[in-house]
């Protein structure tokens, strides 16, 4: 079973880091200080920010395909953060640690299957959905809130 997560790219946030509040506004983003462990998921880097850190809470559209499942939500982006996240065949621990939602879609953004999962769970899952030559990706959400977490790719 081969999979791909990434996390979105520095390139598309980085100019948003070091406005300021009224700038981030204008973008319907807001900035917030990471203040507890595993309370700040960074989707960049795919890492759970360290105290201190700053945060921006923007919107993010995790499926643009013209279909029911159109989906945009709040994520958190590092402020600062350098490089995108790529791991082959391996959950970052942002991801294992929590309670998801994932999310199989096919190629033109129709969900063929789902599951919540946690852990090694969320392998079982991956390795079910590419039994289904159909399945293009697994979107992560986080089960309570619904954010978006990361893409799982074939």
């Not at 850190?53 to 923007?58: A, F, K, P, V």
């Amino acid at each position: 079973m081969e999979f791909i997560i990434r996390g979105l790219p520095v390139e598309n946030y980085n100019h948003m880091f070091g406005m300021t509040d009224a700038e981030l506004a204008t973008h319907g983003a807001k900035r917030y200080v990471c203040n507890a462990k595993a309370s700040f998921p960074d989707r960049i880097e795919m890492r759970d920010a360290e105290i201190g850190e700053t945060l921006l809470l923007i919107n993010h559209t995790s499926m643009d395909k013209n279909t029911p499942y159109k989906a945009s939500h709040a994520i958190f982006v590092r402020e600062g953060a350098t490089k995108t996240y790529e791991g082959r065949n391996k959950i970052p621990p942002m991801l294992f640690d929590r309670i998801l939602s994932l999310r199989a879609f096919d190629q033109a953004g129709m969900m063929l299957d789902a599951k919540i999962a946690t852990g090694t769970e969320i392998k079982t899952f991956i390795a079910q959905a590419w039994k289904n030559e159909n399945i293009a990706h697994i979107d992560a959400h986080t089960a309570t809130r619904g954010c978006f977490m990361g893409r799982i790719e074939r």
